[in-house]
C-alpha cells in the first residue's frame, strides 16, 4: 500500500524556523510535494522536489532524500499567517498523489 | 488569470440520491483530477480525466463516476449517497506533458453534506 507519515500537529512561536518531516512508503515514486490548506480553504501548491536536495522558494524550502524515503519542510522567519494543515504529498506514478493525514501548524505571538 | 474554480460551494443531499459537482480548470491546463477530502484528513484521490477519458482511478466504488468535457472542465456524479460521502469534494488541474509529474492546483472545493 501506500503511506506517508508526518506528524499530527507543530507548535511554533513568530519569527521561529520550524521543520515538518514526512516519511513515506510508497510502490512506485515520482517526487513529493508539499501543500498548505487553511481551514476552509483549498490546498494551495508550495513546492515539489524531484530529485535529491534542497528547493527553496522565498521563506520555504523543501528536501527529499529517496534513499531514506523521506523529506521536510523548513518554514522560516514563521509569520501568524503560516498557522494552517501542511500536507506533503507523493506522485505515486505521473497522475495521482497520495497525501499524508496532515501536519496542523500552530504559529504563537 | 483564473484559477480553478468549483460549484457549487456548499450542498446538502440526503441518503440514495446522486449528485453532480462540477469543475473548471486553470487556463492552459487539459487535466483534471478529482479528490475527496474527510474532515481532519489529506485528500483521497478518486480518479483523473484526460482528453475526455478516466484515465486512472483510485479506491473509490463505482458509484463514484466523471465526465470530462471538450473545453476540459469536468464533472462528479455520486449516485446513491451515503452518509459516509459527506466530505470537501476537490478538484485538480495541471497541464498533462511528457515526463515527470504534473503539479496538480487546486480549487477551493464543494462541501458536500449528506442527511
Known amino acids: 500500500g501506500q503511506s506517508l507519515e508526518q506528524p499530527s500537529e507543530v507548535t511554533a512561536v513568530e519569527g521561529a524556523i520550524v521543520q515538518i518531516n514526512c516519511t513515506y512508503q510508497t510502490s512506485g515514486f515520482y517526487g513529493l510535494s508539499w501543500y498548505q490548506q487553511h481551514d476552509g480553504g483549498a490546498p494551495t501548491f508550495l513546492s515539489y522536489n524531484a530529485l535529491d536536495g534542497l528547493e527553496e522558494t522565498g521563506r520555504f524550502s523543501s528536501f527529499l532524500s529517496r534513499s531514506d524515503s523521506y523529506g521536510y519542510l523548513l518554514l522560516q522567519e514563521l509569520q501568524m499567517k503560516d498557522s494552517a494543515s501542511y500536507f506533503c504529498a507523493a506522485y505515486t506514478g505521473r497522475r495521482a498523489l497520495t497525501f499524508g493525514s496532515g501536519t496542523r501548524l500552530q504559529v504563537q505571538p | 488569470d483564473a484559477g480553478v474554480t468549483q460549484s457549487p460551494t456548499h450542498l446538502i443531499k440526503t441518503r440514495g440520491q446522486q449528485v453532480t459537482l462540477r469543475c473548471s480548470p486553470k487556463?492552459?491546463?487539459?487535466?483534471v483530477s478529482w479528490y475527496q477530502q474527510a474532515l481532519g484528513q489529506g485528500p483521497q484521490f478518486i480518479f483523473q480525466y484526460y482528453e475526455e477519458e478516466e484515465r486512472q482511478r483510485g479506491n473509490f466504488p463505482d458509484r463514484f463516476s466523471g465526465h470530462q468535457f471538450p473545453n476540459y472542465s469536468s464533472e462528479l456524479n455520486v449516485n446513491a449517497l451515503l452518509l459516509g460521502d459527506s466530505a470537501l469534494y476537490l478538484c485538480?488541474?495541471?497541464?498533462?506533458?511528457?515526463?515527470?509529474?504534473?503539479?496538480?492546483?487546486f480549487g477551493p472545493g464543494t462541501r458536500l453534506t449528506v442527511l
Open positions: 485538480a488541474s495541471t497541464r498533462s506533458r511528457a515526463g515527470g509529474a504534473d503539479t496538480q492546483y
Open positions: 487556463s492552459g491546463h487539459d487535466t
